[in-house]
């Protein structure tokens, strides 16, 4: 399985950028679905994420300025930032759960390999 990232730039504090993100391989489903991000110094820290069922969870950092959303058909999630800030530069990372088999009662966690977004003031 393979999670792979696009969508990251530099952009002007107040400009916007959509991320998305595409798992791919041998997937049987996928129960949550989502970005976490990683500035430097800091710990990585949960952005946003969306369950199967389409129940999105936010960073207080981040609502009413980011949207997730997902495709279940074609395995994708996409982060809509909007009203960037300097504070938000970041690598951001996707991050699913992902089962690849009917006949398991886990899901494995997975990570792609990030995306940088720079805030400039």
């Known amino acids: 399985v393979q999670l792979q990232a696009s969508g990251g730039g530099l952009v002007q504090a107040g400009e916007s950028l959509r991320l998305s993100c595409a798992a791919s391989g041998i997937i049987f489903s996928i129960n949550t679905m989502g970005w976490y991000r990683q500035a430097p110094g800091k710990q990585r820290e949960l952005v946003a994420t969306?369950?199967?069922?389409?129940?999105?969870n936010y960073a207080d950092s981040v609502k009413g300025r980011f949207t997730i959303s997902r495709d279940n058909a074609k395995n994708t999630v996409i982060l809509q930032m909007n009203s960037l800030k300097p504070e938000d530069t970041a690598v951001y990372y996707c991050?699913?759960?992902?089962?690849?088999?009917?006949?398991?009662?886990?899901?494995?966690?997975?990570w792609g390999q990030g995306t940088q977004v720079t805030v400039s003031s």
């Open positions: 991050n699913a759960d992902i089962k690849r088999s009917p006949f398991t009662t886990y899901y494995d966690n997975y």
């Open positions: 969306m369950t199967s069922a389409g129940h999105p």
